[in-house]
């Protein structure tokens, strides 16, 4: 099986369009699991980054969640290198004009210079190029990002397919020239010692060992990976935090007629989680400051990303705003700031295999359906990518349930709820997050990326080798008593902060006893989430044929009956996380079903 990738520009695969940090709250499990299944952002971040930090320490593992600021240009060009050395991978450049189908079917697509390529799956990755249109105050420019162009004419040929089409909005702050900033006004922010790096593989990473004097063992001679950026930094990065004034407020405040979101230029949807300075301003008056971000965006550039202070205001505007705040009095804008509006399609029109319900074999992944950020894009690409190669292969489709990954809840809300802005990952959105922590994404997902041939058999041994380690430490942990209690039953206990265990045979993984202790202290709200599992499982095995005629069906209330027939729910589980469909609802169609003899698993339909 041969894959080609196809981009507008070469040079910028896996470009960071906005900040190049990777992770954060929820982001962070979804890297990992990208990583378990075999991907590589863990390991170009891991290699890229210039700080790592594990955010939510303070609460509970569940939210642990680890992120890393990256140099933007080598993770780029390690994301680069990994592309074109891949084996049955092709690259090439050029502006994907049209899809082409015959008979409901995708054949291939059609580039801007005519030329045409027959594949028998297509993945459309369009991010925010989409009929791109960039905004500086009033100033509009047709483009994906700055100084790129956009795709313009993909969206007509989508629409002849059969897909509806809408509108988003997203932005960026201005980058500022680090010299002319002055970081004694703004507070420091260190990484976390030792490492927390992202991927399970990190091990691949070193490659300098020597022997120990008189000893004989090898170890390593750094405490980075010596390719790595870190390595080339010596050591890590610090980032700094910042605040908006008063003065800040005022600028916005006078200046708002100039802003196209606020002059109605800007038609499209902006992120909620993720506001310009001006809708922070306005949204929250009552706040005194806001906090911002000073973040490095490589160690070969003195570009300072000020996260926090997007804005689609004009460029004069954008330079009174950055010398309000805290530290930049003088700073230099190397970049300006800018609002980019962009079409996507509705997820609600895919399968949950992300598969286009208005075409066969044509699979969309990112910004297209309706996500924001790298995580979640990379989370849906992976997804598609599989099931795009199981499709050529015959093969079912793979479908992660939400209990099993982050993956998996972002996939089902977008194709079960739709979005009408943006959508963020949360660790909120997850209800069995104590099971989706991101320590244990190798044990969820590593036979899943194995199964399916994309986490190396070298990796997958190593898995292995930590999940028995697991078992046997908790086996003897179960086996040891304390007085008449075994030691798990001890660390149960809700007054118990720590047992002084006694030491194996021979010495645990750091990474195998903390996956201990977790499971351990948190036993029984594991198994009360388990328990919960198992009875969503029971409505995610009552399969609705694709044939069912919901106008049929009595006793449906309107909307649940507009939304049932738009979204062609695949399992009783999936219509019951549509909005506004009730269990009333839900038992009309169960009654509809079961006189039909039709409600079963889907061995049985």
């Known amino acids: 099986m041969e894959t080609l990738l196809i981009t507008m520009n070469l040079d910028t695969i896996c470009q960071m369009s906005c900040n190049p940090a ?39 593992p569940a939210v642990w969640a680890p992120r890393a600021q990256c140099d933007k240009k080598a993770y780029q060009f390690q ?18 004009v049209a899809v082409t189908t015959e008979a409901g079917r995708v054949t291939g697509i059609e580039t801007a210079l005519g030329v045409r390529f027959a594949g028998r799956t297509v993945i459309l990755t369009t991010g925010t190029f989409l009929r791109g249109l960039l905004h500086f105050g009033m100033t509009r420019i047709e483009g994906g990002r700055a100084g790129e162009a956009a795709a313009a004419k993909l969206s007509e040929s989508l629409k002849a397919i059969g897909l509806s089409l809408g509108r988003l909005k997203t932005g960026t702050p201005p980058r500022l020239l680090r010299r002319t900033i002055d970081f ?48 080339q930094a010596g050591g890590q990065v610090p980032c700094h935090i910042t605040y908006t004034t ?43 400051r806001h906090q911002l971000f000073l973040e490095p965006e490589g160690i070969n550039t003195e570009e300072i990303y000020i996260n926090g202070l997007s804005t689609s205001m004009p460029y004069e505007v954008q330079v009174a705003l950055v010398h309000s705040v805290v530290g930049c009095e003088n700073a230099e804008i190397m970049r300006p700031a800018y609002a ?76 079960t709820k739709g979005t009408s802005e943006p959508y963020r990952m949360f660790t909120s959105r997850a209800e069995y997050r104590l099971l989706l922590r991101q320590d244990n994404a190798d044990l969820r997902l590593c036979r899943i990326g194995y199964e399916v041939g994309l986490l190396p058999k070298s990796r997958y ?17 179960r086996s040891t008593k304390d007085g008449s209690l075994t030691l798990e ?34 036993a029984g709200y594991i198994e009360r989430q388990q328990a919960e599992v198992e009875r969503m499982r029971q409505m995610e095995s009552m399969v609705i044929p694709d044939w069912v005629d919901y106008d049929a069906i009595l006793g449906l209330k309107t909307e649940s009956r507009q939304k049932l027939k738009r979204i062609r729910p695949q ?35």
């Open 22 to 60: 990777i992770g954060g709250l929820a982001k962070g499990h979804l890297v990992r699991e990208i990583d378990a299944l075999g991907g590589e952002m863990g390991l170009a971040t891991d290699l890229s980054g210039l700080q790592f930090r594990v955010l939510n320490r303070k609460k509970g």
């Open 489 to 522: 039953q001890v660390l149960k206990r809700p007054d118990v902060k720590h047992v002084d265990l006694p030491q194996p045979e021979s010495p645990v993984p750091e990474d195998v006893a903390a996956e201990v202790e977790v499971i351990i202290k948190y």
């Open 79 to 96: 994301m680069k290198k990994v592309c074109e050395r891949q084996d049955r991978l092709s690259c090439a450049q050029g502006e994907v």
């Open 461 to 477: 041994e190593k898995f292995l080798a930590k999940e028995t380690a697991i078992n046997a430490e908790l086996e003897r942990l």
């Open 340 to 415: 980019v509006e962009y079409d996507y399609a509705d997820p609600t029109q895919l399968t949950p295999w992300l598969e286009s319900k208005a075409c066969n074999n044509l699979f969309l992944a990112g910004q297209i359906n309706g996500t924001s950020g790298y995580e979640e894009a990379a989370g849906q690409g992976i997804m598609a990518g599989i099931n795009a190669a199981l499709r050529v292969k015959g093969l079912p489709p793979l479908v992660l349930g939400r209990d099993q990954a982050y993956i998996g809840v972002l996939i089902d809300d977008l194709v």
């Open 184 to 231: 004694s006004k703004t507070e420091r922010q260190d990484g976390d010692e030792p490492v927390p790096y992202f991927s399970h593989w990190t091990d691949e990473l070193f490659h300098v060992e020597q022997e120990e004097p008189g000893i004989g063992t090898r170890h390593r001679t750094s405490a980075y990976p010596p390719n790595s950026v870190l390595a």
């Open 571 to 605: 399992t009783l589980g999936q219509a019951s996380r549509i909005s506004g469909v009730s269990p009333s609802d839900l038992g009309m169609i169960m009654i509809w079903l079961k006189a039909r003899g039709r409600v079963g698993s889907p061995e049985q339909q």
């Open 246 to 288: 008063s003065k800040t407020a005022e600028i916005v405040r006078a200046n708002l007629h100039k802003s196209p979101l606020y002059a109605g230029v800007i038609k499209g949807v902006g992120p909620r989680y993720c506001p310009s300075i001006e809708d922070k301003i306005v949204r929250f008056a009552d706040k005194q």
